[in-house]
């Protein structure tokens, strides 16, 4: 791995205007990914992630602000940009009365790859991504697993530099998208390619090297998945509750309590110190007869830290902040 | 509630399980698409119903809710039989499928409207009932916006709304997440949990394992069979082909590569060897026997272990153990 920017964007935004006004789908981004890292831009449908996509590859034009991709302007230096990159777009549709392989060569030509270099690079390919067996399959009648994968070796068949992934796995259940996420981790490990990928699921921060949330167009956290778990303050307890509202009532009033989150049935509540405020919170609860099935620390994942980030950063804009009026009323 | 539903409710059996799945078999042709299921859900409880794509997850909802028959095997839902009861049943159970079946260009209120409609409740249980689901919903205020206005986390909540106008005893959910912010994911799991608190029963299918971690209990099904069904944290200890062990070293792209070669010359019996950001996992019979061997063998290839311990598994880990 090497220190040499891959990717960056200073202040990038994006303004689409609509019937009502300005819609800012894009607020002043501002991000370096590093060559041959595995970069997650984490967030909810509709937080700006494909429209991010689209004005790195230059597909949208930026309202402001700049980015490029390995020093290539993204407005202005398109076709070099194209040559170095592969892509898989969201809703990305294989031509279906294709074989595999005849998608292969579509592409390959579509990229210019020479005949003589595709005689190599397509078996490499599906080989890659265990599709060696499929070559004859129409497109149309792959798994989506499979498709997936097709799609991701068409986009790697120009030897981009950089892959830039808008949600692949979306709709691709648990097997196969352990099965995609281990490939990416191949091409990280065997090629040093540099991996730019959008997703709405949480667990998958777990397989970038760096990740970035991003909520209503602005990012709100810029860092390795470690580092952002670390961001949030305090430490997690969770609890079953015999009586789940009353409980969750008495816990945002109690000292030493930073946040508390609802889990199905039980309650995740940040405090300041697990050891010193587990006795504390059992005696409340006695207190008020509610019983529990038995308080323990837990590790903050990637979910708890998100939506700890974005509410801290909602509050901080909209006064009073919900825990505040809450307490007042307890 | 009309005077149908009130003695149908009184038709339902409490003493026995909501839902009663026994040996459900559904074949298309040589395809069995479920095969010999069995499995019962307790009232009140959180059912999560997962599997990959194409597994027999969405056939068996499909024949519990009595529009497709199975070819053997027979299922009650509240005592009834979906295929000979189907209408009494159906009036008694809620749907919400994955595409939020509302109506884009009626508003929030028109939408609860409707469907409280076609569940035909009278007049007044209908204006109750509105109030309850905006309230519930989180849409007082925003009754008169058009569906195809509102954010993607509202619109799950209409939809399960509208699902239980009629309070059903017994809700199906087929991927009611997907593609919900985890806020909204959060808020919609505490009206699940509100709403079996009531007694109510659900089934519910989803993509995300994060979501099957917060069911009371799963079933795993793959290619048509159940594979193994329990708690989320009982699966874990018991569904588990070998541990999980997280490896922290100093170039984890180099070492993934050496420990790839040592699974392939069968140095050590890894079943898995991956990337996991900055750490690598590996699944092996067992860590504590294969700890010195994989600290040696990158160590001559001068890579530093920083750490290596075991990990308890995932649910995710759990289940492609187990369907694969």
């Known amino acids: 791995m090497t220190d040499e920017i891959a990717l960056s964007m200073e202040g990038l935004s994006k303004r689409f205007r609509t019937s009502g006004g300005w819609n800012i789908a894009v607020d002043h981004l501002s991000l370096q990914v590093r060559r041959g890292e595995t970069y997650g831009l984490i967030g909810p449908d509709g937080a700006g992630k494909t429209t991010t996509i689209r004005l790195l590859l230059g597909l949208l034009s930026r309202t402001e602000g700049k980015s490029s991709i390995l020093g290539f302007d993204s407005m202005n230096d398109v076709y070099e940009i194209r040559e170095r990159v592969g892509y898989i777009a969201q809703q990305f549709v294989l031509p279906a009365d294709l074989t595999v392989m005849e998608n292969m060569s579509f592409f390959a030509n579509i990229q210019g790859v020479t005949r003589e270099e595709q005689k190599n690079h397509i078996p490499e390919l599906l080989a890659f991504a265990g599709l060696t067996d499929f070559t004859d399959r129409l497109a149309g009648q792959l798994s989506g697993g499979m498709k997936k994968k097709l799609a991701l070796a068409c986009s790697l068949i120009h030897e981009p530099q950089v892959v830039m992934l808008d949600e692949p796995t979306l709709g691709v259940d648990p097997v196969s998208r352990r099965e995609f996420w281990n490939l990416l981790g191949n091409l990280r490990a065997e090629h040093g390619l540099t991996i730019f990928v959008c997703t709405p699921y949480m667990d998958e921060a777990e397989r970038c090297t760096q990740i970035g949330l991003i909520y209503e167009g602005k990012l709100i956290a810029s860092d390795t998945p470690n580092q952002i778990k670390h961001l949030v303050a305090g430490e997690l307890l969770e609890l079953t509750p015999s009586r789940f509202v009353p409980a969750q009532e008495l816990m945002t009033g109690l000292e030493g309590v930073l946040e508390v989150q609802t889990y199905g049935e039980k309650l995740h509540v940040f405090v300041d110190q697990a050891n010193r405020r587990m006795a504390q919170i059992e005696a409340a609860l006695k207190a008020e007869g509610i019983t529990d099935e038995g308080i323990r620390p837990i590790e903050v994942r990637m979910e708890e830290a998100f939506i700890s980030l974005i509410r801290r950063q909602t509050n901080t804009e909209m006064k009073p902040a919900p825990e505040i009026a809450l307490k007042g009323r307890v | ?324």
């Open chain 2, 1 to 324: 509630m009309n005077q149908l539903n009130h003695i149908d409710n009184q038709n339902i059996n409490s003493a026995q399980p909501p839902i009663i799945v026994e040996g459900l078999t559904k074949s298309f042709g040589d395809f069995m698409a479920v095969d010999h299921v069995s499995f019962s859900v307790k009232a009140g409880d959180v059912f999560g119903w997962l599997g990959p794509n194409g597994a027999g997850k969405t056939t068996t909802i499909r024949m519990l809710l009595g529009l497709i028959k199975p070819t053997s095997g027979s299922a009650s839902v509240l005592g009834f039989d979906p295929v000979t009861q189907t209408k009494t049943m159906q009036a008694h159970v809620g749907y919400m499928s994955q595409q939020f079946t509302l109506y884009n260009e009626l508003t929030a209120r028109e939408n609860i409207q409707f469907y409280g409609r076609v569940y035909g409740l009278e007049r007044d249980e209908l204006a109750k009932r509105q109030a309850e689901i905006l309230q519930m919903a989180g849409l007082v205020g925003r009754e008169n916006v058009l569906t195809s206005q509102l954010s993607g986390g509202w619109k799950q909540r209409l939809a399960l709304g509208c699902a239980i106008v009629h309070r059903p005893q017994v809700v199906f959910l087929d991927e009611p997440t997907a593609g919900v912010d985890p806020i909204s994911r959060r808020d919609f799991w505490g009206l699940i949990y509100a709403m079996t608190k009531k007694g109510v029963t659900v089934l519910v299918t989803t993509h995300y394992m994060d979501e099957a971690e917060l069911c009371q209990r799963v079933g795993f099904i793959s290619g048509g069979r159940l594979v193994a069904m329990d708690s989320p944290s009982q699966l874990k200890r018991t569904h588990m082909r070998g541990q999980v062990l997280e490896i922290n070293v100093t170039d984890p792209e180099k070492a993934v590569r050496i420990l790839k070669s040592a699974q392939q010359s069968h140095k050590i019996p890894l079943d898995e060897v991956a990337l996991y950001g900055a750490q690598i996992h590996a699944v092996l019979p067992d860590a504590e026997e294969y700890k010195e061997s994989i600290r040696n063998i990158l160590l001559q290839k001068n890579i530093q272990v920083n750490t290596l311990e075991r990990i308890e598994p995932t649910l995710e880990d759990v289940f492609i153990s187990s369907v694969t």
